[in-house]
């Protein structure tokens, strides 16, 4: 029979917390910084949106399988009602999903591309098949999942901010790290 262990939840919450905060200024660099304002400024520019890429995907992956291992840590606080109630836990697995299958579109890019692409000049991101019919469809496909997931981050961060300051419960102070809470 397993046991609840108060630290084995909090070592859980503090590694989400993490991943939750690193992935947030990763995102913004995605939504911001696009491949051709990088290449512009040259080969160091793309090696380090490429690192970038790196570290989203790789803590996409392992947010994935959090997921999957410890289910949704977040729970809909008790002053949360009606449909808010219900859409917390699909808006949160929409998110979770939403940021792994960019990273699936995001292998597809390399797998139908003509060259050989690199994350971060360290890892081969997929053997090229030279498709460039589909590398074109799949750039598309890849392009309006991750701003269709950055609406859906938008909202989600706004109605988190709403339940914080309209409901005052909290919400905020639940995922943000204990050094911030004074300001909220």
């Known amino acids: 029979m397993k046991t609840f262990s108060p630290f084995k939840a909090c070592r859980a919450r503090c590694l989400f917390k993490v991943v ?4 947030v200024p990763l ?10 304002d990088v290449a512009r400024l040259g080969p160091m520019a793309v090696r380090f949106h490429s690192v970038m890429g790196l570290a989203f995907v790789s803590l996409a992956l392992f947010w994935t399988l959090f997921y999957l291992r410890r289910g949704l840590l977040g729970r809909p606080g008790p002053k949360l009602g009606g449909w808010a109630r219900r859409m917390h836990p699909v808006v949160h697995k929409t998110l979770i999903w939403g940021i792994f299958t960019v990273a699936v579109t995001g292998l597809l890019i390399g ?9 971060g000049g360290i890892v081969p ?12 469809w ?10 269709g997931l950055a609406f859906i ?3 989600h961060a706004g109605f988190h901010i709403w339940r914080h300051y ?13 050094v911030l809470h004074r300001f909220l």
């Open 138 to 147: 799949v750039g598309l496909i890849h392009s309006i999942q991750f701003y």
């Open 20 to 23: 939750h905060w690193t992935m």
């Open 27 to 36: 995102f913004a660099w995605f939504v911001i910084v696009q491949p051709a």
């Open 125 to 136: 991101i997929a053997v090229p098949l030279d498709l460039p019919r589909a590398h074109r």
């Open 153 to 155: 981050a938008a909202l």
């Open 111 to 119: 797998l139908t591309s003509t060259v050989q692409l690199w994350a």
């Open 166 to 178: 309209a409901l005052r419960d909290n919400a905020l102070r639940i995922v943000a790290p204990k």
